[in-house]
């Protein structure tokens, strides 16, 4: 295989510049690395070294493997060592003003056929290749943290990149054993941009006291198979982080109320409580393990009242079945007996107002999470309304525990805590589509592979059904009057006629 660039330099060996650089050393490139910080390239190729012993030790790589390895592997003293670089990826401060400066210097050090491009993962490309006399030859190159593990790269075309320029680096990437996915350069690229959906749901939902941070990472990670809950990844990644992202992302879209960040995370990184790493964020940790309060077991009742299901309730066959399965008595009459614990299970509306709209008793209204398959959901969710009579929310809970299912109970909110985030993420991920940041496919791979979540945004979106989650949406906008969970028009189109989202236009 002929590597497509045999000769690269690094410029900034920090965290990012040392796994590129790792990468690309094994894939079989030259690499020189350069640092402005004294000794530091020194440190980055002696962590490379060491990372290598650590992989043949592993059996991952053979003696010989490393030898070459560390041999492709230079130190450039000045930025004119790399004028013989096919590629320099530059992975500095993330300033504006520095990534210019150093991308002017280079371009008159490098050849006329040299790519340039950055790392950057909040700025715009166009800019930073603003000044250059060839700004057809800058590109971005995202890659995420750690590099050798993340294996997906942001191929980002600032307005004047050559399109034959984005080619050659996605052909790289997959040289390098990684998988390129192609972005516009817009505000938070592809991952960062659709990332805003899920923490960004979270906290609003936090901030409403809908539930616990605890509460709310248990039921997306068991409804929805997240592996980690919105507070536990932010925890992880650390406020200081992640909170200037939602921010940056938020102001480059001019305030659009999708984006905008929440005063909690403002508040905890001003106070220093940024995650695992300083001892306490979301959760305290113990020697590294997140503290997480033990769930209540569910209520001891004497006796059950027959439930009445709402016509309308989402999934009303399998909710039905599932009442029969847990052996409630089951109410068939037009209306709730005197006695009855009345059921609701609303896509966006919040229990009160079903309660109103269907003129039901709310002392004796709950409301249940259908969004999930009965038969797939590992914890069940319900919602009392401000209403609710204790006695009906302990039969409620204890009802839907008699199988040993996990049951959460949480204050009424326009939409449950999953469809809350199922929409919001779909949303954000169709706008994405709508403004042509990327297609379909690579946000899909994107999301995946820079996310982990459990499949990608309009996978979910299909997974849940498009029309459930504009269903979700229109009624969310009209319980809050917030223009954030405004649809897309291209869930709209989508959503309205049952289209799959992954369906390719003619
Ligand atoms: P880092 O602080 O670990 O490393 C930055 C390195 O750049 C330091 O060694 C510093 O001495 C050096 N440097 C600073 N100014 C320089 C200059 N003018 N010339 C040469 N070297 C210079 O930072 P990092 O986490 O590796 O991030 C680097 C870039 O990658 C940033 O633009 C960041 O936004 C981006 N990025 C970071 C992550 C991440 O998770 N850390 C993920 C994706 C992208």
Not at 5 to 28: K, L, S
Not at 30 to 48: C, G, M
Not at 100 to 114: G, N, S
Not at 208 to 232: C, H, M, S
Request: aromatic share 6%; proline share 6%; glycine share 8%.
């Amino acid at each position: 295989m002929n590597i497509l660039y045999p000769c690269i330099g690094i410029v900034g060996t920090g965290a990012m510049g040392r796994g590129i650089a790792q990468i690309a050393a094994q894939a079989g490139s030259t690499v020189k690395l350069f640092d402005t910080q004294a000794d530091a390239a020194r440190k980055a190729q002696a962590a490379l070294f060491d990372q290598w012993d650590k992989l043949a030790g592993k059996g991952r790589m053979t003696a010989e493997q490393v030898t070459a390895a560390q041999q492709r592997v230079q130190i450039a003293s000045v930025l004119t060592d790399l004028r013989d670089c096919d590629l320099v990826v530059e992975a500095a401060v993330e300033r504006l003003d520095i990534k210019r400066a150093i991308f002017a210097e280079l371009e008159a050090v490098v050849q006329a056929h040299a790519v340039l491009a950055t790392n950057t993962s909040s700025l715009s490309v166009t800019a930073i290749a603003a000044g250059l006399q060839r700004p057809e030859q800058c590109a971005g190159f995202h890659f995420f943290n750690p590099v050798p593990l993340m294996k997906v790269v942001e191929v980002v075309a600032g307005l004047k990149t050559s399109a034959a320029v984005c080619a050659d680096l996605a052909a790289y990437a997959k040289q390098m054993g990684h998988t390129p996915v192609a972005a516009q350069d817009t505000p938070g690229f592809i991952v960062n941009h659709a990332g805003r959906g899920f923490g960004t749901e979270a906290l609003r939902i936090a901030s409403e006291n809908v539930a616990d941070f605890a509460t709310i990472d248990r039921i997306l990670k068991d409804q929805l198979g997240f592996k980690l809950g919105p507070f536990e990844l932010m925890d992880l990644t650390a406020l200081d982080v992640s909170h200037p992202v939602m921010e940056s992302v938020y102001r480059q879209y001019f305030e659009e109320p999708r984006y905008r960040p929440s005063v909690i995370t403002a508040q905890r990184l001003a106070g220093g409580l940024l995650g695992k790493k300083t001892g306490e964020g979301f959760y305290r940790y113990v020697d590294g393990v997140a503290q997480v309060p033990a769930e209540a077991p569910p209520p001891v009742v004497a006796s059950i009242p027959p439930v009445w299901v709402s016509p309308r309730a989402t999934r009303r066959l399998e909710l039905l079945q599932l009442l029969k399965d847990l052996g409630a008595t089951i109410e068939t009459g037009a209306a709730p007996s005197s006695l009855a614990l009345t059921l609701v299970a609303p896509l966006g509306f919040d229990v009160t107002t079903v309660a109103v709209v269907e003129r039901l008793d709310p002392a004796r209204t709950i409301g249940i999470d259908m969004l999930v398959e009965a038969k797939t959901q590992k914890r069940r969710v319900l919602a009392t309304n401000p209403a609710t009579r204790t006695d009906m929310r302990d039969a409620a809970h204890a009802l839907f525990a008699r199988d040993g299912s996990p049951v959460s109970v949480v204050r009424d909110s326009g939409g449950f805590i999953s469809q809350r985030v199922v929409a919001t993420i779909v949303n954000i991920a169709s706008d994405m589509c709508q403004q042509g940041v990327c297609t379909p496919a690579d946000l899909e791979t994107a999301v995946t592979l820079g996310l982990g979540y459990p499949q990608g945004p309009l996978a979910m979106g299909n997974l849940y059904g498009p029309t459930n989650v504009l269903e979700i949406l229109f009624n969310m906008q009209t319980v809050y009057g917030d223009p954030r969970y405004r649809p897309s028009p291209w869930l709209r189109r989508r959503g309205a006629i049952g289209l799959s989202l992954l369906h390719v236009e003619e």
